[in-house]
């Protein structure tokens, strides 16, 4: 059977045996965090957290992922071979999953239980038992039972001799119905207690998944870089770890009916992926040198100060459905069950859309993914704020494959095409921190104090608003950037044409003289196909504008309209071989 042109790279990379170790790693970490990852919510309600102090949890965790990930990052790209640091990071976080399990309730269940009167064998009796006329002579008794509390039993006289006897003797239990109350309290002292020691262990658990995944995934996009690897093929094996892990724990949880299995099997999906680690291999990346010098260079670039700011706003409104979502679907009445589906049914969108990640990317470019992940936040917000019926949830999170998915997927790329390989774990540190930390931050405490004042439903609609906005924002300022640059090259070009012309013949008069071989058309100047000789023959400026956009237009990927650029710095480069020459007259033109 011949196999189609389209299947032949996917089954390519299946085979590769090098790439089977990234493979089974993506779905191991994926698999153990996500099977914990939609019940942390409901498992601190669960154990009698306010909503504040879930927030205060989210909100913790995402100030240590502020800094956590950079620093890793920066040590990885430092030592170069970070496999041993790795495999440290994950077996202690697979063995922090089970510190969960101690933490004690702060929940008391207290149950009362309403029973049938019982029998007694001594009833004292005011009057003595006399002869009387009157039929259906009423009497009373009173019975004190065990907590003193008094009970009332009247019984019509029908019979004088039996009926009366059995009744002085024996008490029959009346018909009362037994029904029984569960009531759940939460004490306040004990609350207390759990929740620093939930903090202290969710504190540790995020810190240390946040230095795991950031190493791994910076560990990936080298492979990416230095061998051609296909991001998207990897991450797909990380979205089916979702698909599994994220329906299994629901159902889990409801055969239990506890949460402590999930925390196991995390732990042991964990420490299975600690030994895997180690057969990773991460030889070709060598330490970095002048590591903060190239840092600083490449942050302060327009596009990568775009990029981090759209990662901010996506993670803020990350942020805050992760910490209110799933409360809010239990309010609504959602079970375990289906808080666990709604992970699983926009996994497999995100699983076909991520396995064509880089040809889309090779179509379209990256930042159109991110705009289109934008708008899907703003999409999947609004449709929260209208649900009445929980289960509606499940078709909005397929906007959560756009939003999470392939915006995720794609900034990744997006950091390999950006960066330097000596460079790519601290801005994949960067990365994280932006958008798990400071925007997680953001969301979660920002989220919390505008949800105290408006509640649920408005929140939901001020911050699809808000990430509408973002939406727009971004897609202006990236056209806006692409006209500039393009409109920077062609007014060089045109003055420097004209500046030419002025300049007469002085151009033909050199082109035939001069040992100097700086003259006519010929000479040393062939090498100004490498916008690196550049340096010596314009100003800074132009050498920055020509090197950025030349850059962009051999890369193809970038940006869509390649062949206008390549035609652009073409003529740049055409001009200032011919400023070279003119310069050579002493006329100034810069």
């Excluded at 004190?144 to 009332?152: E, L, M, S, Y």
């Excluded at 775009?306 to 959602?334: D, I, Q, W």
Aim: with cysteine.
């Amino acid at each position: 059977m011949k196999i189609p042109e389209g299947v032949k790279p996917f089954l390519s990379d299946l085979c590769n045996a090098r790439l089977l170790v990234i493979k089974a790693l993506y779905f191991t970490l994926l698999a153990g965090a996500v099977i914990v990852w939609p019940q942390l919510t409901v498992h601190q309600h669960h154990l009698g957290l306010t909503q504040y102090q879930t927030a205060v949890c989210s909100a913790s965790v995402s100030a240590v992922a502020v800094f956590i990930p950079f620093c890793s990052g920066f040590v990885g790209d430092k030592l170069g071979n970070y496999k041993k640091l790795l495999c440290i990071v994950t077996l202690l976080s697979g063995l922090t999953a089970l510190l969960f399990t101690a933490v004690p309730s702060a929940r008391i269940n207290t149950t009362s239980v309403a029973t049938p009167l019982t029998n007694t064998n001594d009833v004292p009796v005011a009057t003595p038992l006399h002869t009387t006329p009157h039929t259906n002579t009423i009497i009373t008794t009173h019975t004190t039972p065990h907590r003193d509390t008094n009970a009332t039993h009247t019984t019509p006289l029908t019979d004088t001799t039996p009926t009366l006897a059995a009744l002085l003797t024996t008490t029959t239990p009346p018909p009362i119905n037994t029904t029984t109350t569960k009531t759940t309290e939460v004490d306040e002292e004990l609350l207390s207690f759990t929740f620093w020691l939930y903090l202290g262990v969710r504190v540790c658990y995020g810190g240390l998944q946040a230095v795991g995944y950031t190493l791994f995934e910076a560990s990936v996009m080298a492979h990416t870089q230095k061998h051609g690897v296909n991001y998207g093929y990897q991450r797909a094996w990380g979205t089916l770890a979702v698909i599994i892990s994220s329906y299994l724990s629901g159902q889990l949880i409801t055969l239990t009916g506890s949460f402590s299995v999930i925390f196991y099997v995390s732990a042991g999906l964990q420490l299975l992926a600690a030994g895997l680690v180690l057969l990773l291999r991460l030889e070709f990346k060598l330490p970095a040198q002048k590591l903060t010098w190239n840092i600083l260079k490449q942050i302060r670039q327009a596009k990568v100060v775009m990029f981090f700011t759209a990662m901010l706003s996506a993670g803020v409104f990350f942020g805050y459905l992760e910490t209110f979502m799933y409360r809010y679907l239990v309010s609504l009445g959602a079970s375990p069950v289906l808080v666990s589906l709604t992970v699983t049914v926009g996994a497999p969108f995100e699983l076909v859309l991520t396995l064509f990640t880089s040809y889309i990317v090779s179509k379209v470019g990256h930042e159109p993914l991110i705009m289109f992940g934008l708008l899907a936040h703003a999409v999947r917000l609004f449709g929260l704020s209208l649900l009445v019926d929980p289960w509606w949830v499940l078709p909005l999170e397929v906007f959560e494959s756009l939003s999470n998915g392939v915006m995720g997927t794609a900034a990744v790329m997006y950091c390999t095409s950006l960066f330097t390989l000596q460079s790519i774990a601290s801005f994949r540190g960067i990365y994280a921190v932006v958008y798990f930390g400071i925007g997680q931050l953001l969301g979660a405490m920002v989220g919390a104090e505008v949800r105290e004042v408006f509640g649920d439903v408005n929140t939901f609609r001020i911050m699809s608003a808000a990430a509408l906005v973002s939406f727009m924002a971004y897609c202006c300022s990236f056209y806006t950037l692409m006209k500039c640059r393009s409109g920077s090259i062609t007014t060089i070009t045109t003055t420097t044409a004209t500046r030419e012309r002025g300049g007469g013949g002085e151009r033909g008069g050199e082109g035939g003289g001069g040992g100097e071989r700086r003259g006519g058309g010929r000479g040393g100047e062939r090498g100004g196909d490498n916008p690196n000789t550049l340096v010596t023959t314009t100003s800074p400026v132009v050498v920055a504008v020509m090197r950025d956009v030349y850059t962009e237009g051999k890369s193809g990927i970038d940006n869509p309209s390649t062949h206008r650029f390549r035609t652009l710095v073409a003529g740049a480069l055409w001009c200032t071989r011919t400023c070279h020459a003119v310069a050579a007259k002493n006329i100034r033109l810069w």
